[in-house]
C-alpha cells in the first residue's frame, strides 16, 4: 500500500475521531450525572482509570481495572446500574459503534487502535467533567 492512501486513512480515522467528540463529551456527561450509580468518587481515583487507558493498548485492561475497583470499594457504585458498568456498557455498545463507522469510513482493519482512542478520550473528558461536578457545580 502506498504512503499516499495510508496518510490518506490516517487523516480519515483523525476526521472521524474529532467528530466524535460531542458524543464522547455527552455520553460520559449523561453517566456522571446520575449521581445515584456512584457514591463519592474522586477525581484522583477517575484520574488513576484514565492513567491505566493511556498506558495500555486494550480496552478490556480497561473494563477488568473498573470492575476491580467496583470490588474495592463503593465509590464507583455497585451492581449493574453503577457507574463503573455504565462506563463499560458505553464502551461496549456507543464508542464501540463509533469506532467500527469511523473504520468502515476509513477502509481500514485499525478498529481496535480507534475504539481505544475514542476510549480514552471519553475517559479524558470524564476526568474534566467530574472536576466540574466536584467543585464547580457547587460553587455556582
Known amino acids: ?70 470490588g474495592r470499594d463503593k465509590k464507583w457504585g455497585r451492581g449493574k446500574e453503577s457507574l463503573a458498568e455504565k462506563i463499560i456498557d458505553d464502551i461496549n455498545t456507543k464508542i464501540k459503534e463509533r469506532a467500527k463507522k469511523i473504520a468502515n469510513e476509513a477502509k481500514t482493519e485499525d478498529f481496535n487502535s480507534i475504539l481505544l482512542e475514542l476510549t480514552r478520550r471519553y475517559l479524558g473528558y470524564g476526568a474534566r467533567y467530574l472536576k466540574y461536578k466536584r467543585e464547580g457545580e457547587v460553587n455556582t
Not at 482509570?49 to 478490556?60: A, F, G, K, M
Request: hydrophobic share 35%.
Open 1 to 70: 500500500m502506498s504512503d499516499f492512501s495510508e496518510q490518506q486513512k490516517q487523516l480519515k480515522i483523525q476526521k472521524g475521531i474529532r467528530q466524535a467528540e460531542d458524543f464522547l463529551v455527552t455520553w460520559i456527561q449523561d453517566a456522571l450525572d446520575n449521581k445515584k450509580s456512584y457514591g463519592d468518587l474522586e477525581e484522583s481515583q477517575f484520574r488513576n482509570l484514565v492513567r491505566v487507558s493511556d498506558t495500555t493498548e486494550s480496552t478490556e485492561v480497561i473494563k477488568n481495572f473498573l470492575r476491580y475497583q467496583v
